[in-house]
């Protein structure tokens, strides 16, 4: 039973021009949201994170909207830049010390 | 700072070999944990530490063993390895509980159990 869904496995995007990560999630007690960048043969580094007081938190390029009752959040990367071709993790947790990852979506940002 | 460490970075086992990987921070952070990363499965908790001494199951605990004697430091041992066992591992650790607390990745451990 996967909580937290990645269902675009990967996703291309033209150098300069918006990408979109989706991530979905069923457990309603959820309340903390991350997202992790991973680029090969290292650690996920942390990324971004939104609290479910808010809908919106920005951070340079990146932005990440929470929307709790489609239980849906979205990363925005604004422009891409072929450095953020990597492995993205959606994750979540709720009143727990654990995070709960969803599959993760490989971004390819080309010239 | 080092950060989060891993040894060993691979490793090839024959089923019912028993390793033990060991984590090292130097963040002084409470908080330690061990993932592993499955194709299509991203990271599942094994086991985590909340400090020195502490140690709790995760998602998928069985047919592992951690230890935390020295807060600097998170041992995962498996004691006959099988080749459902065959995983990128990570550690990561944090200063305290999750919010406003990121975690911290080391590099992984490749473990191939044949």
């Known amino acids: 039973d996967q909580q937290v869904k990645q269902n675009s496995p990967s996703l291309s995007v033209q150098e300069g021009r918006i990408s979109i990560l989706n991530c979905d999630y069923t457990?309603?007690?959820?309340?903390?949201f991350l997202w992790y960048k991973k680029y090969p043969a290292e650690g996920p580094t942390f990324l971004i994170s939104?609290?479910?007081?808010?809908d919106k938190n920005e951070d340079g390029r990146f932005t990440v909207f929470l929307n709790k009752s489609a239980k849906h959040l979205s990363l925005h990367i604004v422009p891409s830049q072929p450095g953020d071709s990597a492995v993205y993790f959606c994750?979540?947790?709720?009143?727990?010390?654990?995070?709960?990852f969803g599959t993760g979506t490989r971004l390819q940002v080309f010239p | 700072n080092a950060g989060v460490t891993q040894t060993p970075k691979f490793r090839v086992l024959k089923t019912g070999q028993s390793m033990t990987l060991l984590c090292a921070q130097d963040?002084?952070?409470?908080?330690m944990y061990w993932y592993r990363q499955d194709p299509g499965m991203g990271l599942r908790l094994i086991h985590y530490?909340?400090?020195?001494?502490?140690?709790a199951k995760g998602e998928v605990p069985d047919g592992y063993n951690v230890s935390r004697l020295k807060k600097q430091n998170f041992l995962l041992g498996l004691e006959s390895a099988a080749p459902s066992q065959t995983s990128v591992y990570f550690c990561?650790?944090?200063?305290?509980?999750?919010?406003?607390?990121?975690?911290?990745f080391g590099p992984g451990t490749r473990l191939t159990v044949l």
């Open positions: 963040m002084n952070h409470e908080y």
């Open positions: 994750a979540a947790s709720g009143h727990t010390d654990k995070l709960i």
């Open positions: 939104i609290s479910s007081i808010k």
């Open positions: 530490s909340v400090g020195e001494g502490t140690t």
């Open positions: 457990n309603s007690m959820f309340d903390y």
């Open positions: 990561a650790s944090s200063y305290g509980q999750l919010l406003d607390n990121e975690q911290f």
